[in-house]
């Protein structure tokens, strides 16, 4: 296999996770305008359950068997995938989009920490730190943060590391496959908290549009390309590019739901992408003769 063609794959994943993350970060805005009428959890029920659904009629997984080791990753991914939505959209109700994706991220973080063998990657993972520290605004600001708020934020970062652990053996397993069925668990899980909370106002056909654009941009379209990511590249890289949440975040706080950002909110966003391109352009690639995943 020739250098060429093992950088092509690469360049592909790479390409996947930034445009996963840009559609994330707008269908997360989108879902903010939900909350007034069926709240967090009516939106995460939303998010997952239209996904599924599309999902599901899309890829067709029934057509093809799965072993019992197959189902008991999957469905340890699809949990985490539904925790994760809702924790996170719990989160959204009383801290700002940028900052709890920042506290999200704790969980890929400590990936990337715990996968590191190289002084370049630490150099990485220090920017990235320096990025968060000024993105977070604890110190200046601390009693302005709602605790329970920041706490559920944390807690997706939980269930995001999770994700990442299991996504890629679920990836490895059940192939094309795996956001679909994933997808579905997830929303097994969160749509009766989204009844017991909205009940009869998810009918409503009014939110149906925002409903779609929630499901398609934050789930349906990221995950399936995620995917593309996770099993083309090695845990550490994924965990470490994934930096550039908090920033795409906090750009479309300010595009989308008219949130100021700081001078050094910028500096932050900027130390943060300085810190994922390094580590893009610094990604190991696998000996030649080791075969890429398909």
């Known amino acids: 296999m020739s250098p060429g063609s093992t950088a092509t794959p690469i360049a592909l994943a790479i390409g996947a996770l930034l445009i996963s993350m840009v559609s994330y970060q707008c269908g997360a805005s989108l879902a903010e305008h939900l909350f007034p ?12 359950g239209f996904s599924a659904l599309i999902l599901l009629l899309w890829r067709r997984p029934w057509r093809r068997a799965r072993s019992w080791r197959d189902w008991r990753v999957l469905w340890g991914y699809g949990l985490a995938m539904g925790a994760m939505n809702l924790v996170f959209y719990l989160s959204l109700r009383t801290i ?16 990337a920490l715990a996968g590191s063998r190289r002084l370049l990657d630490f150099v990485w993972i220090a920017l990235v730190m320096a990025g968060l520290a000024l993105l977070l605004p604890l110190r200046l600001h601390a009693q302005a943060l ?5 706490l559920y934020a944390l807690a997706a970062g939980v269930g995001w590391a999770l994700y990442i652990v299991l996504g890629k053996k679920a990836g490895a397993a059940c192939g094309a ?3 679909t ?4 668990i997830g ?3 969160v749509i009766p908290f989204g009844i017991a909370h909205a009940g009869t106002a998810l009918l409503s056909p009014s939110l149906l549009p925002y409903a779609l654009g929630v499901a398609v941009l934050s789930s349906a379209l990221p995950y399936s390309l995620e995917m593309i990511a996770l099993t083309r590249l090695p845990g550490r890289t994924f965990s470490t ?5 908090p920033a795409i975040a906090a750009m479309a706080g300010a595009a989308l739901l008219g949130q100021r950002l700081s001078a050094l909110q910028w500096l932050a966003i900027m130390t943060i992408i300085v810190a994922a391109t390094g580590t893009a352009l ?4 696998p000996p030649l003769t080791e075969p890429l995943p398909n």
């Open 37 to 48: 009428q069926v709240g967090a959890q009516g939106a995460t029920a939303y998010r997952l």
């Open 96 to 111: 700002p989009l940028g900052i709890a994706v920042a506290l999200e991220f704790t969980g890929p973080l400590v990936l």
């Open 146 to 150: 709602d605790p329970v708020g920041a």
């Open 177 to 179: 496959d795996t956001v």
């Open 181 to 184: 069925l994933g997808t579905m």
């Open 187 to 189: 929303a097994l899980l």
């Open 241 to 245: 590019l994934l930096s550039l949440e």
């Open 282 to 285: 610094s990604v190991q690639r």
